[in-house]
């Protein structure tokens, strides 16, 4: 497996290697040993799965207390993920970075614990999964305005955009609830 930094050096691509022959493809999405050596967390308490349409945005989400590292991958469909930094001690506080995510390109997104997340859905449907450091706490659960022109995240697509309405009426970064 092939782990890169972004542009945001917390946050890391993972690119496995793929076997494939005329019966299809065997990959190793994850080993503790490679990801503890690459500062990744290796107890994950929580798998989520989620399926959605084009145009579908999720996010974007953190929780406030309780932060979650996920681990993201696509095993349909494609989409474009995004992290932002949310932690006002860190140097790349306020940065995002966006990848492609997908069936196809089988590369996966460590997010770490303090950045708020989110994905919009390129193709007509797509199936996401992440593996999370904690578990789901509502109650902690925030959200960050997509679309916030501080951030100015370069999401493929901002007309026509589907959002929850608490996604629609998130907070902007100004004025959310940060890190220390």
Known sequence: MELLTTS????????????????????ETYRKEIFEHAGIPGDFVQDNHSK????????????IKQ??????????????DVAVDMRRSSSTFGLWVGVVLSAENKHALWVPPGFAHGFYVMSAEAEVTYKAT??????????????????????????????????RNAPMFAVAETFV
């Not at 890391?12 to 005329?22: A, F, M």
């Not at 932060?67 to 474009?80: N, S, T």
């Open 8 to 27: 945001l050096p917390e946050v890391i691509l993972l690119k496995p290697k793929v076997h494939g022959d005329h019966r299809g493809f065997f990959m």
């Open 52 to 63: 959605s349409s084009r145009g579908i945005l999720r996010g974007l989400h953190y929780q």
């Open 67 to 80: 932060p979650q590292g996920k681990l993201v991958r696509v095993i349909a469909g494609e989409i474009y």
């Open 134 to 167: 904690t578990y789901y706490a509502p109650e902690h659960e925030r959200s960050l305005l997509w679309n916030d022109p501080l951030l100015n995240i370069a999401w493929p697509e901002k007309n026509d955009v589907v959002l929850s309405d608490k996604d």
